[in-house]
């Protein structure tokens, strides 16, 4: 059966496709297999194969060959993902999945732990795609400087461990609306706690900014978190700004392979300020 036929399954294909998407929701690893039912069928899996990659090293290649064989019959299948995650070993073919992948609206990568070059060359950054929601984890500032700068539509952005001064005037040239910093509680120790406030105060005062969180990393014993630079934090007078305990890395990235970030969050975090506080 090549085509569906709501006369011969006496069934509206409305409420057919419904049944089909839900069974997909319900079983991920059925998708393939329905998409191979016939032509209509296709039609409406397809998008919900592809609406939510994560790529490593085991796949990223068949991915991109994917896509590029889809391209050549015509069919984008690169404009159905909306959600990508690059994780660490598959990032070297970072801007060429990117590159494929032009309605990404969720962004994760995982860059790998080694300097690059700063003059590296980044291929097909016209062809990119413009999410309004980016998370770079672990990044070193060669990496991540030369590539954010791109994506002038993002609003929403999570960084981890990267905050500088470079980082800082960047993030003044995009139209943030909410960004999160994952940061070591130990900085109580060193002399970057100064910077840190004078960050804070920076990135307040940017004309769109709505939500400034900080996840805050310690491995002390929960009681002793409210204390230091933290609670400084937590009293500036701003109901904009946020400071929780951390996630770890794994946490992260099973939040946004689920679909959730750390803004779905928000109400828990203010708890943690109201907390701090009161410890002051």
Known sequence: ?????????????????????????????????????CKSINQWITPLLYASVSLDKTNVLLFIRG???AQCGALDTGAFVKQLCIHRNATQHCDWTLSLCKSVAHLLVCPPIRDYDMDEEITDASLWPTPWHIMVLSALPSWILPRLALFTHTTHLYLDNVLGPSMLLLCAKMPLTHI???????????????????????LLELPTMQCLLIHAFYEAPLADFFGGIWSSL??????????????????????????????DNITDWKAWRQMARRQI
Do not use: K
């Open 67 to 69: 896509i590029e064989s």
């Open 234 to 263: 937590a009293d500036i007078a701003d109901e904009r700004f946020i400071v929780a305990p951390g996630m770890s890395r794994d946490e992260l990235i099973e939040f946004f392979e689920e679909g959730q970030t750390v803004w």
């Open 180 to 202: 999160c910093f994952n940061v070591w509680a130990d900085m109580v120790l060193t002399p970057d706690d100064s910077f840190l406030l004078e960050a804070v105060h920076f």
């Open 1 to 37: 059966m090549s085509q569906l036929s709501s006369q011969r399954m006496n069934v509206p294909l409305e409420i057919l496709r419904e049944i089909v998407e839900i069974t997909f929701f319900l079983d991920y690893t059925a998708g393939p297999a329905l998409a191979l039912t």
